[in-house]
Nanobody, 119 residues
Framework: QVHLVESGGGLMQAGDSLRLSCAAS????????MGWFRQAPGKEREFVASITTDGANYRVLDSVKGRFTISRDNDKSTSYLQMNSLKPEDTAVYYCVAKEKISITWQWWGQGTQVTVSS
């Protein structure tokens, strides 16, 4: 079992930057693919970004490319989502996710952290 704890959410203004953190425990962190999803009010949950176990490869949602960056620090067992130039449409609950390298589905989810961006 992997336990994920997100932090860093808050109330921001458009154009601000924010970094979310996700601390993982329960399994060797460098064996886990990590990612972020978000769910805005009244909308379905959507994929935001993911990063491979070694950090060599990553994917980012098209609508946040150039603004959001995913990274990880395997020594600290922590994944990050750096969000720049925030927009009101980025308002959502952001969830950290993890999976074993061979899994095709995200196996573990955090509780989520709220990010609210005002115009």
């Amino acid at each position: 079992q992997v336990h994920l704890v997100e932090s860093g959410g808050g109330l921001m203004q458009a154009g601000d930057s924010l970094r979310l953190s996700c601390a993982a425990s329960g399994r060797s962190f460098d064996s886990l693919g990590m990612g972020w999803f978000r769910q805005a009010p009244g909308k379905e949950r959507e994929f935001v970004a993911s990063i491979t176990t070694d950090g060599a490869n990553y994917r980012v949602l098209d609508s946040v490319k150039g603004r959001f960056t995913i990274s990880r620090d395997n020594d600290k067992s922590t994944s990050y989502l750096q969000m720049n130039s925030l927009k009101p449409e980025d308002t959502a609950v952001y969830y950290c996710v993890a999976k074993e390298k061979i899994s095709i589905t995200w196996q573990w989810w955090g509780q989520g952290t709220q990010v609210t961006v005002s115009s």
